[in-house]
């Protein structure tokens, strides 16, 4: 069974410093693996996907987030945080070979930047 | 450059009462999506659709009823509204082919049961 967690609920960074948001995923195939966010009052926006090519994936907004198969992680990196990546995120894993009821999505990091 | 509309940002609906939910989408996609949002909780998956008159169940179908009537159209209906039912309803949609592609979502329905 596929799932995934989203290992803090709340990270908060300073302007400027850099971002980390942790997600570890469980998947019997090779995942197709994503991070989505979703500004406040907003929609949800795709930021990046790995689909079993490159391991690195860069991202839109300066994102990018590393598939590690020995560590089953996909983490959420940003070098230089700012103020409008205020915003909850979210990992999403699906099997691409399957129905659309096998996406998951994970509860979600709500990210705070301090000035 | 809209692409995926709900038709209510806002919502508040009486105990009982049947709730009709419409999301329309402008990219001719295959795939259509109900999610329910709730804190802590992330999406979960009510209703998914992947062609005209074609609806699977997701992982919290009760209560609810879906509707794809036209390719650009899923309706999610709350067949007698209950205060559990208090959430942000997310409507999606894909290119067919799983969701190995890129899904749009719009911007929500914020849905109060009284």
């Known amino acids: 069974a596929q799932s995934v967690t989203q290992l803090d609920s709340h990270v908060s960074v300073s302007e400027g410093t850099p971002v980390l948001l942790r997600c570890n995923y469980s998947?019997?195939?090779?995942?197709?693996l994503f991070w989505y966010v979703q500004h406040p009052n907003k929609g949800l926006q795709l930021l990046l996907k790995?689909?079993?090519?490159?391991?690195l994936v860069k991202g839109i907004n300066g994102f990018e987030a590393e598939f590690k198969k020995s560590e089953t992680s996909f983490h959420l990196t940003k070098p230089s945080a700012h103020m409008s990546d205020a915003a909850e995120y979210f990992c999403?894993?699906?099997?691409?070979?399957?129905?659309?009821?096998?996406?998951?999505f994970g509860s979600g990091t709500r990210l705070s930047i301090r000035p | 450059d809209v692409k995926v509309t709900q038709s209510s940002r806002y919502l508040v609906k009486r105990t009982g009462e049947k709730v009709f939910l419409e999301c329309v989408q402008d990219?001719?996609?295959?795939?259509m999506f109900w999610y329910r949002q709730d804190p802590g909780l992330g999406l979960r998956l009510i209703y998914f659709?992947?062609?005209?008159?074609?609806?699977e169940k997701g992982d919290i179908p009760e209560g609810y009823s879906v509707s794809r009537e036209k390719k650009e159209r899923f309706s999610l209906i709350l067949e007698s509204a209950s205060t559990n039912q208090t959430s942000m309803y997310l409507c999606?949609?894909?290119?067919?082919?799983?969701?190995?592609?890129?899904?749009?979502f719009g911007q929500g329905t914020r849905l109060t049961v009284v």
């Open positions: 999606a949609s894909t290119l067919a082919g799983g969701f190995d592609t890129e899904a749009f």
């Open positions: 998947s019997s195939y090779s995942p197709s």
């Open positions: 790995y689909t079993s090519a490159a391991t």
């Open positions: 999403v894993v699906s099997d691409p070979y399957s129905s659309a009821s096998k996406i998951i």
């Open positions: 990219m001719d996609h295959e795939n």
């Open positions: 659709s992947y062609d005209v008159k074609m609806k």
